[in-house]
């Protein structure tokens, strides 16, 4: 870190800050300039509260250098993470083959779930999202079906062979969900909720981490931290759209994340442009963007009956749109030497 | 709900969105304008998924009317609700009297706290915060003391008589922590975990609630409907920033965010101007504006040694600053009629 | 337009919105909902101000329903406008072909230039780009060539045949950079300049506008509409990224404007990646992305010497690494059935 | 500056860093880190762009230590600034007395702005806004009186006293707009219309400059110093509300903005609620809490028919409003050892 003095700040303020950077076992660098001191630290400070100092007299800010992750990082682990979902090898995300996991926001019931599955499944999709525990902003909405929900998960993966992305929303519901699923999705509002980090983490399933709505990308990182420390280096990371004030959507997505976290992470990067757009007239380009951005993998709400939806109507595509999507999204997989 | 249909829509599509509306119980009214037809929809469609319409055809968009909450909205129940902290009839939150919650960020030690308490009692709080268990953006940070830290807060009360408002992360937390504080704090991070908001809504003390970095009004009033549904109406509403583009400060604090949802629900509304700017260099202006803007209370970190504090040092002010800003905020309390 | 009334609004307030909507010259719908009255405005009131029934006693809110826009709309005009760039009719922006614009952000130099002209159009660029007026944030900050710069322009199109788009930013430039240029800018920072609006819309030549770095669609739309309705139908809308509260990019590029745009207007859409990230390495990925999305065109900051370049070093590319994203944006064209 | 070099960077590169800051007219200072190192540039790198480096190879980030601008600063200039407005002493803006600038958003005609004067100069402003030139959104909205408007707030300063304050939108209006008005102001939309802040930096009246609606507070202390580079020192700052995903408000109020201005420069700060919230019935919380937060001025929309008002009538109160605000005010202000 660097701590930047303000203008006119004395000797024994400075030699106050040295003091403070030698007890936390960093050594310091004074830096005398034209117009202000700086004092430079060296020493691993990544994992150490970095802005306390800025409490202190003649110190104007303090400015961090290293970043505070370690294991999510590139530069601890150069090759790209490779993350299987289930027993097929096709469904991993990662590697060359762009996997596309698709899906209900909802687990509604059995004939819808299983129609849903083998439309998206002969579409080209990898993996089945669906939801069988629900994040509602209302308590008077539609909570998911909770066990059932995640049985009829289990009998389509059955009936399919596609591997199973369902959420987990809260610690005691952990091993249930790993009990049915190939893959446990964090949500975005759970992206900080750091007892299900732990406990995600604490088992060996992948994880399928969302970016909160306006985290940002260190955040996020530190988020997969959390999962990682714990032992479980299988993270997905989902870029699904930040809270902006822009209206015609419902999340602005932003694809520079996907180059920008290839930079940072070897951790796989998946994007969701359903959620990340909240409009379904708008998720087929975003398909198409995404892969040529370099996304790793998509996931996309598709229902068969959208305008009956139990959630998330106005962003699901239905089957036929997600064959015409998943078509363009092969030419596009191949113009940037991928498969999808 | 208002469904306005697209420019060129046809009879039919009409047709079958008023089809949609009577299948969930409501009522239409068809109103042809000279460019776009829309679809009134007459009833309480609150609890009603109302954007899926958005899927079918001829559908430009859905605007919703009805607020979706119910039980946090003033519209059923005018009077203002006073929230009690504890058992001193000073330590109430929504009355004439501004109540102040101060304290360190973290429980430390005995020491730390027991003499921040004695602080800020004396400069005129009634209520302490104080971390035991601590959402920490990385994992390797300090992550509170856990139940030794709920231990000294209620020494702490004991001391002084202030009351106990700490922050629970997790459900299984719940007991524990309302076993010794006054007031459950659910923390920004939180207020869209919904298993957790329904746990504390189990239970019978006051709830702290924070607002999400970037939540809305409605979803932050969601948020409380949550706890009120499962019958704890002892909610206070906290206002701690919210994330922008800005960068002086940690987080933009939206002061009409009081007006505003005093206007919406009869909730007592709390402002934290430590977390709402991050930089104890804010607060002490924050902490009058709030009181003039009509904040019911104020949260404020307090620590007795910020550069060392283990969490959030830049953003507390000492116990000598606090007992000069409370001296402002009784100033500006009474030229609104009100005290502090 | 709808008038939603408060609930428990009177008869006589409703009475009273109804006598201001038919003052506006529009006709009213009472619709008496079980909860709330709303009034439903019948009639062309896209150029009404719409909120100012808001201060109305008994009034909660009004929401519009028509667009304010209508030259830019596609309800008024279904085909697509296609805009030309100079006398190559290669050189247009919103056909099949994929119009690519390229060069330094700053015209600096004769050698600099002819050299970056040269190196784009061998990279298939169909247009040059190089400010001659620039609009520094800082006023100790180069400004720029001025003519001398236009002049540079003028000669470098004619040893390469490319389309001259460079920046106007203000009312007495306007016929200056008209004599010289194919294309007018106007920047994010002039996009509600409406007075410089007037003025390119006054004018003949082709106008590239970009959107505001905080806009609406509602806004860029409008201020599209401010050109088009002087007269002036040749307007390429230009989306060069948001701010919002990401760190890692200088702004965010909202990639889903460009299908959202396409679906509200007949205008073409150009992605600026090199202002809309900020960052070098970002560039290459956000080409393909864009043009993925359906962008009509790119606009791309080019330098032959990034750490000496005298404004915006940090996101322009260098020749060899336009010409591999030139490659690449080729196949990204095809596989969505365009060239470029 | 501090040049951070990327993870593994080579002595090669880091000499060539160093050549770079050299031939910059700079020092450095290499220091070489545990995992990384930086380059401490030593010297006034204030004036320089400072990302280009950033291009370089090895290069991770470049991070600005020194304020960018000069003459806005305190560090130049201690003692705060006070801005007359007119011959009337008691209105200035910077001073013990808070100034409060009030009035309609435009001049309708000669019967409603002398209407409005006399009221707000009875409720106690010392200033009349009231716009001439309105720059609208839509192009078919009511663009103002132009020259007739600026007699008419001549008129009416003469009736009452009180000095005329309006926006000037173009270069080629400024002589006229300084002609009649006694402060001339920059709307949010021209903070960046550098051409213009040269010209009203070219005149002698003092200039209030609104904020951008993304602006930070660099930026638009940059737009100040545009201002006083050109000579003309008597600049105040006005925070009018910022852009975010808030939706119960037109803009959100950055109240902690006044401290940090006051923090950084010299320049006195006015706080606009009317646009900085965009609905009446949160103006008068707003005003008591600016001033509470130590703001220099207000500056206020009322109209005494606000569902006719030609633009803004939404956030404008009425004159009654206005007197029950001023004196809350006046209540606040004497909180905080101020008058108004």
């Known amino acids: 870190m660097i701590v930047v003095m303000k ?5 024994k303020q400075v030699e106050h800050v040295v003091q403070l950077v030698r007890e936390m076992g960093l050594k310091e660098n004074v830096i005398v300039g034209e117009e202000r001191t ?12 970095r802005t306390r100092m800025e409490s202190s007299d003649g110190v104007e800010k303090v400015v961090p250098i290293l970043a505070p ?39 509604e019931n059995k004939a819808q779930l299983l129609e849903i599955a083998h439309a998206v499944k002969e579409g080209g999709a990898v993996g089945l999202r669906g939801g069988a525990f629900k994040p509602r902003t209302s308590p008077y909405a539609f909570q998911g079906l909770a066990e059932k929900g995640l049985e009829l998960l289990a009998l389509a993966r059955e009936e399919t062979g596609l591997a199973v992305v369902t959420e987990v ?19 975005a509002r759970n992206m900080q909720n750091f007892n299900l980090l732990n406990a995600v983490g604490d088992q060996s399933k992948p994880v399928l981490l969302k ?8 955040e996020f990182l530190l988020a997969a931290e959390y999962i990682m420390s714990r032992g479980n280096g299988q993270v997905m990371l989902c870029e699904r ?9 419902r999340n602005t997505l932003a694809l520079a994340a996907v180059p920008a976290l290839h930079r940072a992470t070897h951790l796989p990067v998946v994007i969701d442009p359903s959620q990340g757009t909240g409009k ?31 959630t998330d109507g106005a962003q699901s595509i239905t089957p036929e749109q ?10 596009i997989a191949a113009a940037v030497d991928r498969e999808a």
């Open 241 to 249: 759209g930040i809270r902006t004030y822009e209206e015609y959507v």
């Open 38 to 49: 700086v004092v430079a630290v060296i020493g691993n400070d990544r994992f150490k509260d």
């Open 280 to 310: 379904n007239y708008l998720v087929d380009s975003m398909c198409r963007a995404a892969v040529a951005a370099g996304a790793d993998g998509l996931i996309v709400e598709v229902h068969n009956d959208p305008e009956h939806a139990m």
């Open 69 to 107: 992750y370690k294991m999510a990082s590139r530069e601890v682990k150069k090759e790209r993470t490779v993350v299987p979902m289930g027993s097929d090898p096709k469904a991993a995300i990662g590697g060359v083959r762009v996997g596309v996991i698709a899906g209900p926001c909802s687990v």
């Open 211 to 218: 970016r909160g709505m306006s985290a940002t990308l260190e």
């Open 169 to 187: 929303m809260a610690v005691d519901q952990v091993d249930l969900v790993a009990k049915y699923a190939d893959v446990l999705q964090v949500g």
């Open 7 to 11: 203008q006119g700040s004395t000797p």
């Open 322 to 331: 997600f064959a015409a999507a998943m078509k363009a999204v092969k030419r």
